[in-house]
């Protein structure tokens, strides 16, 4: 079964910059886009940045001009840099991603959503 699995986050100052990355493993995990959500406490869960398919980036306006997102498509990695972070960035941050995989549950292979298990991301003032 494919896992994302998270690194990166913690207690950052405000000003300062914040690098997560994710990496898919196991399982069949091909023709993938992936991206990050974030989750604040009494929010909904939101984009933060995505690869849309044809490659382009999507990111919400809270961000624009201060993150990046790069794939590693021969780790089936993707990798978040934010900068000039802000308490407001404060969160649970989740990797998405949807590929083509195999659904085990029903024996048929199908493109599939996958979540990764979140990191917290505190921005201090």
């Known amino acids: 079964q494919v896992q994302l699995v998270e690194s990166g986050g913690g207690l950052l100052q405000a000003g300062g910059s914040l690098k997560l990355s994710c990496v898919a493993s196991?399982?069949?995990?091909?023709?993938?886009?992936m991206g990050w959500y974030r989750q604040a406490p009494g929010k909904e869960r939101e984009l933060v940045a995505e690869?849309?398919?044809?490659?382009?980036?999507d990111s919400a306006d809270s961000v624009k001009g201060r993150c990046t997102l790069a794939i590693d498509k021969s780790k089936k990695m993707v990798q978040m840099e934010m900068n000039n972070l802000r308490p407001e960035d404060t969160a649970v941050y989740y990797c998405?991603?949807?590929?083509?995989?195999?659904?085990?549950?029903?024996?048929?292979?199908?493109?599939?959503?996958?979540w990764g298990q979140g990191t917290q991301v505190t921005v201090s003032s």
């Open positions: 196991g399982g069949i995990f091909t023709n993938y886009v």
């Open positions: 998405q991603a949807f590929a083509d995989s195999f659904d085990y549950g029903v024996g048929v292979a199908r493109q599939m959503e996958f």
């Open positions: 690869v849309a398919p044809g490659g382009a980036i």
